[in-house]
């Protein structure tokens, strides 16, 4: 499904007669808030889940509101229908004001897009930069992603190199490459080179003081 | 004995001592008196000198959690404690009157301190004031030091879970600094 309701191949799309194009899971979602930030018009989205409401994103407020906490976030959920809705300064709120940051309903969409694959708005031979942290204490993550998103703060690294320093699957690196690009902290860059990273022995990892507080901590 | 010894940054009233409090396995050692400044904040008692918490890591090797006085009239005392630490949490209220300010003010004074380790920034009281975005903290970061990346996080200094994912953010990133050769050898950390 694309933003003006045209199916993508990728999910099942069980048809129903005269109506929107029912999918499940999050890329068709994904795929909808990435085209309509990159248009950079005052344009909000009502996004229609099957038994979790509706879904409002108010891209100029950066918010959106939802009855479903990001806590319970439904990894299949059956999107129903999609709006587009005008935005900007001088459209009413679709919503109670401030709503929730879109920052986190952003990284659980993008967390949970593409199955692991390249979000369709990535190129092949990129490297990649934070250009802020995500607000960690508020995003639900494993200690994992800490270290990946350590990485990605500190070098232009691509996705399998990503997954190398980190000690990730690729699959694992790039579901955190698509959620930081969807929430548009990641510099993109095909002529930055590769950066070499001190060679993780026994030793070192024994060493390191991140691995061990972490098993202090039960983390 | 392996020691690690992580500061504790900020103007008065961002919750030092509580952020402490909240990640220290030992009772802590807090130096507080009375206020004498409460034009500018209203608490009763502040930090004078130290607090002090430790986590025990492994056997004796313990991380070092020192609280520092916020004022810049104890400024004498940030340099030597600088000097023996591996990393900073900088806290900054929100509900501070410039909060920005205060943190490039902060960062600026800790600058060899980042350059040799690493730095992480809370913002705590963002849930109770309007203030300056995460975006709007880390625009001003860039404008004032261009090419830093340094995590900020919204934090409250009370919940222990929240302060424990910043204390590893900032050792997972001291670490992987150290893994690019980025950090500068000016100090032994």
Redesign the interface.
């Given at each position: 499904m694309t933003i003006d309701g045209n199916y993508v191949a990728g999910e099942p799309a069980p048809q129903q007669p005269g109506s929107f194009p029912v999918t499940v899971g999050w890329t068709q979602a994904a795929i909808a808030i990435s085209s309509v930030m990159v248009l950079k018009t005052p344009v909000n989205l009502k996004m229609n889940i099957e038994m979790h409401g509706p879904l409002l994103i108010d891209f100029g407020r950066?918010a959106f509101s939802w009855s479903t906490p990001l806590e319970h976030f439904p990894l299949d959920a059956v999107h129903t229908g999609l709006e587009t809705i005008p935005g900007g300064p001088d459209a009413p709120p679709m919503f109670e004001l401030?709503g929730h940051d879109l920052d986190g309903l952003l990284w659980q969409i993008g967390l949970n897009s593409f199955d692991g694959a390249p979000a369709f708005w990535l190129s092949s031979g990129e490297r990649y930069?934070?250009?802020?942290?995500p607000?960690?204490?508020?995003h639900s993550h494993d200690?994992r992603q800490?270290?990946m998103?350590?990485?990605l703060?500190?070098?232009y690294v691509s996705t399998p190199e990503l997954a190398t320093?980190s000690g990730v699957e690729v699959g694992e690196a790039q579901r955190l490459v698509n959620a930081l690009s969807l929430m548009r902290i990641l510099s993109r860059s095909a002529e930055a080179p590769a950066?070499p990273?001190?060679p993780?022995t026994a030793a070192t990892k024994r060493q390191?003081?991140?691995g061990?507080?972490?098993t202090?901590?039960g983390? | 004995m392996a020691e690690?010894v992580i500061l504790f940054t900020g103007p008065m009233g961002a919750g030092k001592t509580t952020a402490i409090q909240s990640l220290s396995e030992i009772e802590v050692v807090r130096t507080e008196a009375n206020n004498s400044e409460r034009h500018i904040v209203d608490k009763e008692t502040t930090t004078v000198a130290l607090d002090y918490g430790e986590?025990?890591?492994?056997g004796d090797?313990k991380?070092r959690l020192y609280g520092i006085p916020g004022q810049q009239r104890f400024s004498f005392m940030w340099s030597i404690l600088k000097k023996r630490a591996k990393g900073m949490i900088l806290l900054v209220n929100a509900d501070n009157p410039d909060p920005i300010a205060e943190m490039i003010f902060f960062l600026d004074e800790f600058r060899e301190l980042y350059d040799r380790g690493g730095v992480v920034i809370g913002i705590s009281r963002a849930d109770v004031v309007?203030g300056p975005?995460?975006?709007e903290f880390?625009e001003a970061l860039?404008r004032t030091n261009p090419g830093l990346?340094?995590?900020?996080?919204?934090?409250?200094p009370r919940?222990r879970d929240?302060m424990?994912?910043?204390?590893?953010?900032l050792?997972?990133?001291i670490?992987?600094?150290?893994?690019?050769?980025?950090l500068s050898r000016t100090e032994s950390a």
């Amino acid at each position: 499904m694309t933003i003006d309701g045209n199916y993508v191949a990728g999910e099942p799309a069980p048809q129903q007669p005269g109506s929107f194009p029912v999918t499940v899971g999050w890329t068709q979602a994904a795929i909808a808030i990435s085209s309509v930030m990159v248009l950079k018009t005052p344009v909000n989205l009502k996004m229609n889940i099957e038994m979790h409401g509706p879904l409002l994103i108010d891209f100029g407020r950066h918010a959106f509101s939802w009855s479903t906490p990001l806590e319970h976030f439904p990894l299949d959920a059956v999107h129903t229908g999609l709006e587009t809705i005008p935005g900007g300064p001088d459209a009413p709120p679709m919503f109670e004001l401030p709503g929730h940051d879109l920052d986190g309903l952003l990284w659980q969409i993008g967390l949970n897009s593409f199955d692991g694959a390249p979000a369709f708005w990535l190129s092949s031979g990129e490297r990649y930069r934070l250009t802020r942290w995500p607000n960690l204490t508020q995003h639900s993550h494993d200690m994992r992603q800490v270290k990946m998103i350590a990485v990605l703060g500190n070098a232009y690294v691509s996705t399998p190199e990503l997954a190398t320093y980190s000690g990730v699957e690729v699959g694992e690196a790039q579901r955190l490459v698509n959620a930081l690009s969807l929430m548009r902290i990641l510099s993109r860059s095909a002529e930055a080179p590769a950066v070499p990273m001190a060679p993780e022995t026994a030793a070192t990892k024994r060493q390191s003081l991140f691995g061990r507080l972490r098993t202090r901590l039960g983390r | 004995m392996a020691e690690h010894v992580i500061l504790f940054t900020g103007p008065m009233g961002a919750g030092k001592t509580t952020a402490i409090q909240s990640l220290s396995e030992i009772e802590v050692v807090r130096t507080e008196a009375n206020n004498s400044e409460r034009h500018i904040v209203d608490k009763e008692t502040t930090t004078v000198a130290l607090d002090y918490g430790e986590i025990l890591v492994d056997g004796d090797e313990k991380v070092r959690l020192y609280g520092i006085p916020g004022q810049q009239r104890f400024s004498f005392m940030w340099s030597i404690l600088k000097k023996r630490a591996k990393g900073m949490i900088l806290l900054v209220n929100a509900d501070n009157p410039d909060p920005i300010a205060e943190m490039i003010f902060f960062l600026d004074e800790f600058r060899e301190l980042y350059d040799r380790g690493g730095v992480v920034i809370g913002i705590s009281r963002a849930d109770v004031v309007v203030g300056p975005t995460l975006n709007e903290f880390s625009e001003a970061l860039e404008r004032t030091n261009p090419g830093l990346v340094i995590p900020v996080f919204t934090v409250d200094p009370r919940d222990r879970d929240q302060m424990e994912n910043v204390l590893l953010a900032l050792i997972v990133n001291i670490e992987m600094r150290e893994a690019f050769g980025m950090l500068s050898r000016t100090e032994s950390a």
